[in-house]
């Protein structure tokens, strides 16, 4: 591998369970205008914030990105607050049941005129390209890792293809809501509440040689990494108990950042492993909830 895709930047916005969400993560200093920040949902505050803070350490501007560019996002489960909810749900019931028609002619007009803004799950990565340049090749996929293990793939791919000289891979998951927390809550091999947490990471990938040509470090290499799927039916029992596995240099270790962090899990771990800065192979394997087998395989450089 003679001039391999390489990592550059990498960051994770992890913020706490024990305060307020707005107090810990505003991405008003990073928008082109400050007037946008009215649309933006968590999953959105998460991924821009996250992803200014990985060109940030990958030394890059808006001047390197552009057409050249791409962006690989995968969102969470849809989230929803019950204040969003609750007005709607409550002119929505006839007869001590939901009605579609009075959902449809009443309950939808109390729905805030922003919220479609807020609740659609490309809206993260519109976000990230529209205040960060980004004009170049887009994927956006949802819910779990193994769509975010799809993301790197498409990545890769665009750069190899030359499609891209850069490419910024997200996940963001707004886990800290009623609606996630109950559909977490329900299915087989259940997430306690008290577990989930909120999470945005992005990472930045580019050829060696390119980010060596304009004076920055590779923080690791990455191997393609693999999805391997087993069709089952939704909900149905006998589903695979999920698991994550970490590996360094062949040694098994505790992941060491605490919670669930969905589709952000492997960028968040990852991030710590970097942060070390032990040079090794760092190995991570896992079987999700959805039929989903995923490994993949990063050289820690620094």
């Not at 087993?230 to 149905?236: H, T, W």
Request: charged residues 25%; glycine residues 4%.
């Amino acid at each position: 591998m003679t001039d391999p895709i390489v990592v550059t930047g990498i960051a994770s916005v992890l913020p706490s369970p024990e305060q307020p969400f707005a107090s810990q993560v505003d991405p008003t200093p990073f928008l082109t205008v400050r007037k946008s920040r009215k649309y933006l949902s968590p999953q959105d505050d998460l991924a821009v914030v996250a992803a200014a803070n990985a060109l940030q350490k990958s030394s890059m501007t808006r001047g390197h990105l552009g057409l050249r560019a791409g962006l690989a996002v995968c969102v969470g489960y849809l989230s929803f607050d019950r204040k969003d909810t609750d007005p709607v749900l409550a002119v929505s019931v006839e007869d001590e049941r939901f009605s579609m028609r009075r959902f449809s002619s009443e309950g939808m007009r109390k729905t805030h005129p922003l919220l479609t803004f807020r609740c659609l799950p490309n809206m993260p990565a519109f976000h990230v390209s529209v205040n960060f340049d980004l004009r170049g090749p887009y994927f956006c996929t949802y819910p779990s890792a193994a769509q975010t293990y799809t993301a790197i793939q498409r990545a890769i791919d665009w750069i190899d293809d030359d499609e891209a000289d850069v490419v910024l891979v997200g996940a963001v998951a707004h886990q800290r809501n009623f609606l996630v927390e109950h559909h977490l809550a329900r299915i087989e091999h259940p997430i306690a509440p008290s577990d989930l947490r909120d999470a945005g990471a992005v990472i930045v990938l580019e050829r060696r040689s390119r980010a060596e040509a304009r004076g920055a470090a590779p923080l690791a290499i990455v191997e393609r990494p693999s999805v391997r799927y087993q069709p089952r039916v939704p909900y149905a029992p006998g589903a695979p108990a999920p698991y994550e596995r970490w590996r360094f240099d062949k040694l098994h270790d505790e992941p060491l950042a605490a919670g669930d962090f969905g589709c952000a899990a492997p960028l968040v771990q990852l991030e710590r492993w970097i942060e070390r800065r032990q040079r090794g192979l760092w190995e991570h394997d896992a079987q999700t909830r959805d039929g989903a087998a995923l490994e993949s395989a990063w050289e820690v450089l620094a």
